[in-house]
């Protein structure tokens, strides 16, 4: 599919981010932050020490575009354009243009809100040993990726590990209030149902996503990242077989090649070798264009 003309995001000379997630780097503005998508690919709580040039342009636009797609709850972002970045940020475009997004802050809820169509990851696996995920019976007989007979709430905490940890809907309901987790949950199917349904109009499957949510002068509004390979499982509807793994539009490209090479999972991470570097990037291409083909991620990179 052609590879990326720019080189992995390296960062902005003369300014260092006031924090460094596994694939962001975040820069405190006062009212506001500025987070970059840098080209950093984790898997297994660890970063791996090769990029993914272009990877955080995919990640961003793809979400700037999901943002402005629901109408019906509101979200951080203020603009991805670069000119009309606050100083100096406004100076980087080149370093910054389609990576970057301008944000109003947010006091985050600490509620990973995972909405779960098909089983598949620790659903599968929760699900074979109990019959269960987060506390919800579902039916008998199901299969590796079958799709659920409706979407399912399994929200996640963070553990001091940065382990996610499945807990109940009634569990999030002791911790943040009864009232909070309902309009947690009910937000977060409704979003998933309506962005499931564009997509698979687009012949793309969105087997789960998760989302974060905060509050912004008393209103919950969806934050940091939305429905992107990085936060999803997207599966090709003309590649989808149940009772098997599936081919991911995602990082579990990435996972899977871990673990055929039998990494324990244990820090320091391995390279990554160019072919799955550009198969990676290749399949979250395949997203974007199939989503918002409109788009044209290609013009930042």
Known sequence: MGKIKKPAYSGLEGLKPDFKGKVRDIFDLGESLLIVSTDRISAYDSILPTPVPGKGVFLNMISATWFDFFDFVPNHMITTDVAQFPEPFSQFGEELSGRAMHVRKAERIDLECVVRGYLAGSGWREYTESGKICGIELPKGLKM???????????????????????????????????????????????????????????????????????????????????????????????????????????????????????DHNPPAPELPEEIVEKTIDRYRIAAERLFPELNVERFL
């Open 145 to 263: 990726s079958d799709k659920l007979p409706e979407p399912i709430f399994t929200p996640s905490t963070k553990a001091e590990s940065g382990h996610d940890i499945n807990i109940s809907f009634e569990e999030a309901a002791d911790e943040f209030g009864a009232d909070i987790a309902r309009r947690l949950r009910d937000l977060s199917l409704s979003v998933y149902s309506k962005a499931r349904d564009y997509a698979e109009s687009r012949g793309i499957i969105i087997a789960d996503t998760k989302f974060e949510f905060g509050w912004i002068g008393g209103e919950l509004v969806l934050i940091d990242e939305a429905l992107t390979p990085d936060s999803s499982r997207f599966w090709l509807i003309d590649e989808y077989e149940p009772g098997k793994n599936q081919k991911s539009l995602d990082k579990q490209f990435v996972r899977d090649y871990l673990d055929e090479i039998g990494w």
